[in-house]
Structure formats: structure tokens, C-alpha cells
């Protein structure tokens, strides 16, 4: 059925209410299981409506799942999700149904498959591209340990573009591993998918024929039945050209219509008895059964909650700016001063905030798709040529391209600029997509300057900072909206490496507090230091640190000699974070002085909002204030 409401009272759903495990799927008939993903959709609309989260893919593979724990005996057979975003309906089918509406929130259900969660989530999953080689390594380990049992990883179009997908399925090949690839083909990964595997793929449809299974578990070519998808016959492709996956060594049977349930479950009934390699490619339509995300697959990628008893307030507040906006918008700006600008993002446009400098440079934009080694590698390689480009990528995402960035931009002192997105805690996504390792991993490579602003303004001239310094050069922001501060229109250059004051209370002949404050938090300290200065009659003063790498040593240098104590405070992993820079600063000047690192916490942090990460762990206002008032007195 075609849904065009999200249900705000829970669906009626007999069937699928009598199944809490996957036994229990296995033992109904074939009506039955197409009632169960008619149900499973009505729920996966309300539970959404709920909770917010990840939708259009979790409506497009209602009919895999539901086929994938029919036919495989999980949990001994083992089922890996790439990705995550579309394991929602795998969630309800194995035991967590009415827990779904607490997905993304704190003490709920986390929003990607993970082990701690289910015996059911066979790999811990939130990055693209992991699902093959995960599975290769189960299946090696259980042809070592003698076991039978069957391994599927679910891969999408996108997410195979990565070159990680690739080197697993060679050494597949290359060990006649038995497993089976289920390609969800959307034509989707956030975006649309791009690239020469796309048009690829474009061009197994443009065939007309497609590879199955006959009763007798023979290989049969049949051409398209009519309920073939058109939406790929406007790419380009190479109609004569061979079969990728049978030319890597995979045995490939497809495109299947990937929202036929009986068909699906004959192919997999089928090729479980076969031994080698395997590929089944689907095709799934994004957002599947609900009609304005058929329409807006992008748009519908993820939802908000659409329930809140909250009295939503009737007093106008100034619209705040995203991080990802300010950036979007200086990208513009630069872009019109500068030719030589050219733009990269690896499959992140929309979330970047780069959709209008793709609009009006397309021929300087390049989405790379889910290819984040070779986004550095390409940016540098136009820098070579004396161009200036600019990368824009989540901090999660780039730890993925470490080793480019050390050896194919840092080492050759290249002109790249990096506009590191979602730095911190971010919330609902979990510790999978927190940005808490940035400073660590970049401040210790040589040639590279790390800056992080305090607010939207500065974050528009530490681009343009970065932008202008002739070397590798970083700005790392949070996600979400900034605190407010309007945006200078004019750029102006910041100092490399030179922090400042931004709040000095002093209180005659005591002692000062000094706080260094990284990024996000320079404002929550500001926010206190009138309150301690009170609380523990000394003298404060707040230091917006703006520069991780250069760190302005003058700055540490003066503050350390009228304070009693230092304070460093970062949305970062305490260790090896800005903090740990100042320390080993203060052991290098031989400056003896008491110092408190204030941070992350050494651990994994489950997923909440933002607000209430921050609470847990004392990095908001109030918990900053506790912990140096306790530190101080102690």
C-alpha cells in the first residue's frame, strides 16, 4: 500500500505484533508475509514519527528484511547492514519492536546496529563500506572453525563506490569465501550516487535481461518482466560493457525487484545452497510505500520528531545560523573572489551546506561519492597544479583519509583547506559519527594549522583564515546552529596562532583562574566566570585559545604567571586533545603550575541530544562551574 501520512497513533499490526523473533517469521505462509511488510511499514512510519531518525532507506528494504530473516536462520547465520541507516525494520523483526520509538534517544535503542544491543547485530556499524569485509571475516572464521553458516552483507549502491568494498570482495574472490553480497541499488547513497560504478550499474539495467534461478537451481537469463524500474535509463552507460562482479569472480544473479517478497525469498532459498562468492543485486525504491518521500528521497533521508508536547513558544526569535550554513555561504563568497577555489565533498553536499556553490560553480563542485581517501588525495593533487581546494568533511569521516592527509598533503606542505563539519559530541548519531579525535590526530602532524571558532562569525573568518594561509590548513565546527552571532559579510584574516581575552574579572590582590577555552565551549565558560569569581573570590579570566596548532605560547606563558590555576576546556577527548598541547606547551617553557584539563571523558559516550551529553559529563555551563569549583577548593 501507499501511505502519504505519518500516523501519529500506533497502527493496528496483529501480525507483526506476534513476532518478537525471527522463529516466529519463518513459520508463517506467504500471505501472511506480505501482510507482516505491509504492517512493518505502517510501523516503521509511526515509530519514525516518534522518534525521529533515519526513514526513507529503512521504507525502501521492508521487503529484503523481512526475505533476509525468512530465508537465513539468523542470528547463527549472520546478517551485516552496511552502514546502518536502514536497520530499523531488522530492529522490530528481532525483539526490539516497541523499543524502536526510543531510538536516538538517551537510554534508548542505538540509532546503528551495535553488538552491545542484539545477538542479532552481528557488527557494530555507522561508517559506509565495512559491511563485506566484516562479513569475509566471518565467514574465514568459520570455514577455520568448521561451522556451517550462511553470511549476508547488505551493501547499498553508495557505499560501494568506497574502495574498502572493492578489496574485500578481491580477497573474497581470492579465498572462494562462501558469503553472499545483497546490493540494495536505490540509485542512492544521502545523495544521488555518482560516478563511473553508477553509470555501471545504469548499464546491467540498460540489458534488458537479468540472471536468476530456476527451480532446478540452474542459471537462467530472462529478459525484464514488467515491473522493471526506468529511473537509471537516463545515465549514460556502456550497454556492451561486461559484468563487474562476475568479472571481479562473484557469481552475480540479478536485478531483482526488490520490493517482490516471493521472489526474494526464492532467489535466497536458492542461492543458499550455492558455495563461492555470490552477489544478488535489487533494486529498492527509497522511502518505499510513503509517497512524499518517493517524491523527496533526499529530503526524506531522515526525519524529525512530529510529536512534541511541548506549547511551542509565541515569541519571534532571530533564525540562528547552522555551522554547515556559515560554511555554505563563505564557500560563495570565496568562491567569487578566487577561480582557483574548487570544492570536494565525499557524498556529504546536502549535510555540508554545499548545495548552492553547486548550483552556481557546478563545474568547480566535485562529489567524489563515499570516497573519503580520495577526496585528501584529490585535493591534493589540484593543489599541485596551484589551484586552492577546499574539502569539506565530517571529522568522523576524515579520520578515514589519515593517511593521506599525513603523506599526500601535510608532507608536501600543500594548499588544501579543510572545513571539518560535526566536531564534538553530535548527539542522537552516537559515538559512531562523534567528532572527538580531530585535534588528536591533527595537531601532531607537521605543516598543518587547527583552529576551531566560538561562534558563527568567527567561524566565517577562520575559512577565510585558513582559505588564505598558503599550507594545510583546518577549521573544525559543531553540528547544528551556532549561538546566535550575525555573520561579518566582510572577511577578514585572523592572526595564525594568537588567542584572546574575551572576559577578565579581576578582583584586587587574588589570584586569578584562567581558562582556556576551545571552540564550542569558550562561550559556556564565559557564561560562568562572573559566578566563580564570586563563588571563590579570585580573579577570572576566559581565553578564547582560537588556534589548536600554532598554540599562542605567549598567551599560556602570561597567564601562567599571575593565575593559580589553569583551566583548559574542549568539546575533545581529553587525552592527547588541546588540553594535553597546553601541558606539554607548559613542560616545554619549564613552567611548573597547576593545571585541569577539562574534556571528554575516555569513553565511548552512548547516544542522548547534545544538551544532555554535555550535562552527563559536566562540559555544559553549570557542570564546567562544578567541576573548577571543586578542583580549586580541593
Known amino acids: 500500500m501507499i501511505y502519504t501520512d505519518i500516523p501519529t497513533q500506533r497502527p493496528h499490526t496483529p501480525v507483526l505484533d506476534g513476532i518478537d523473533e525471527p522463529t516466529q517469521l519463518r513459520k508463517l505462509n506467504s500471505n501472511e508475509l506480505l501482510q507482516v511488510a505491509d504492517e512493518l511499514r505502517q510501523y516503521l512510519l509511526y515509530a519514525a514519527g516518534q522518534s525521529g531518525g533515519h526513514f526513507g532507506a529503512n521504507l525502501g528494504v521492508v521487503e529484503l528484511t523481512v526475505a533476509l530473516h525468512y530465508c537465513f536462520n539468523t542470528p547463527e547465520d549472520r546478517l551485516i547492514w552496511d552502514v546502518g541507516h536502514q536497520a530499523y525494520a531488522h530492529k522490530v523483526l528481532t525483539g526490539r519492536r516497541e523499543a524502536l520509538t526510543t531510538i536516538r534517544s538517551k537510554d534508548g535503542l542505538a540509532a546503528f546496529p551495535s553488538r552491545e544491543e542484539s545477538i542479532y547485530d552481528t557488527f557494530g556499524v555507522g561508517h559506509s563500506s565495512t559491511a563485506i569485509s566484516a562479513g569475509l571475516g566471518m565467514a574465514l572464521a568459520s570455514r577455520y572453525q568448521q561451522k556451517h553458516r550462511d553470511v549476508v552483507a547488505i551493501v547499498g549502491d553508495g ?13 573474497a574472490v581470492a579465498h572462494q569465501a562462501d558469503m553472499l553480497v545483497v546490493l540494495n541499488d536505490n540509485d542512492m547513497s544521502i545523495s544521488c550516487s555518482v560516478g563511473g560504478f553508477a553509470k555501471h550499474l545504469a548499464g546491467i539495467w540498460q540489458r534488458g535481461e537479468y540472471v536468476s534461478i530456476d527451480e532446478q537451481g540452474e542459471v537462467v537469463i530472462l529478459p525484464y518482466p514488467t515491473w522493471q524500474y526506468n529511473s537509471r535509463l537516463h545515465q549514460p552507460a556502456n550497454e556492451s560493457a561486461d559484468n563487474l562482479f562476475n568479472a571481479i569472480g562473484f557469481e552475480y544473479f540479478g536485478p531483482f525487484d526488490g520490493h517482490d517478497l516471493p521472489k526474494l525469498v526464492q532467489v535466497f532459498q536458492a542461492i543458499k545452497q550455492r558455495k563461492g562468492p555470490c552477489l544478488v543485486h535489487i533494486y529498492t525504491k527509497k522511502g518505499k510505500g510513503f509517497s512524499p518521500a518517493e517524491q523527496d528521497p533526499i529530503g526524506y533521508h531522515a526525519i524529525a520528531k512530529i510529536n512534541s508536547n511541548s506549547t511551542p513558544s509565541t515569541t519571534p526569535t532571530a533564525k540562528k545560523l547552522k555551522y ?28 555540508s551546506g554545499m548545495v548552492q556553490f553547486a548550483k552556481q560553480y557546478p563545474e568547480r563542485f566535485f562529489d567524489v561519492a563515499i570516497a573519503e581517501q580520495h577526496a585528501v588525495t584529490l585535493a591534493a593533487g589540484m593543489a599541485c597544479e596551484g589551484l586552492k581546494p577546499v574539502v569539506a568533511i565530517y571529522s568522523t569521516f576524515l579520520q578515514r583519509g589519515y593517511d593521506q592527509l599525513i603523506h599526500d598533503v601535510a608532507l608536501q606542505n600543500l594548499d588544501v583547506t579543510f572545513a571539518i563539519d560535526r566536531a564534538g559530541l553530535v548527539g542522537e548519531d552516537g559515538p559512531t559519527h562523534a567528532g572527538a579525535y580531530d585535534y588528536a590526530y591533527m595537531r601532531t602532524i607537521p605543516n598543518l594549522v587547527l583552529m576551531a571558532p566560538k561562534d558563527e562569525n568567527e567561524c566565517r573568518q577562520m575559512l577565510h583564515t585558513a582559505y588564505m594561509h598558503p599550507a594545510p590548513t583546518a577549521v573544525r565546527y559543531p553540528r547544528g546552529t551556532g549561538i546566535g552571532v550575525a555573520t561579518v559579510k566582510e ?144
Open 159 to 171: 557505499a560501494m563506490t568506497a574502495g574498502m568494498a572493492f578489496e574485500a570482495m578481491n580477497d
Open 324 to 351: 554547515s550554513d556559515v560554511f555554505g555561504e563563505w564557500l560563495c563568497d570565496q568562491a567569487a573572489l578566487d577561480n582557483k577555489l574548487l570544492a570536494i565533498t565525499p557524498a556529504m553536499c546536502e549535510g
Open 491 to 634: 572577511m577578514t584574516a585572523l592572526p595564525i596562532g594568537k588567542a584572546e581575552i574575551v572576559s577578565e574579572i579581576v578582583r584586587e590582590n587574588r589570584p586569578f583562574i584562567s581558562i582556556l577555552a576551545f571552540g564550542s565551549r569558550v562561550y559556556p565558560c564565559v557564561d560562568i566566570a562572573e559566578r566563580l569569581s564570586d563563588q571563590l573570590n579570585c580573579s577570572v579570566r576566559v581565553v578564547n585559545m582560537r588556534f589548536i596548532k600554532p598554540l599562542d605560547v605567549a598567551m599560556i606563558v602570561q597567564c601562567s604567571q599571575d593565575s593559580a590555576l589553569l583551566v583548559t576546556v574542549e568539546e575533545h577527548a581529553v587525552q592527547a586533545g588541546a588540553g594535553s598541547a597546553v601541558n606539554e606547551c607548559l613542560a616545554s617553557q619549564n613552567i611548573q603550575k597547576a593545571v585541569f584539563n577539562i574534556g571528554l571523558p575516555d569513553e565511548f559516550l552512548a547516544q542522548a541530544t547534545h544538551e544532555q551529553m554535555l550535562q552527563a559529563i559536566g562540559l555544559d555551563s553549570e557542570g564546567i562551574y562544578q567541576q573548577i569549583v571543586q578542583r580549586y577548593q580541593a
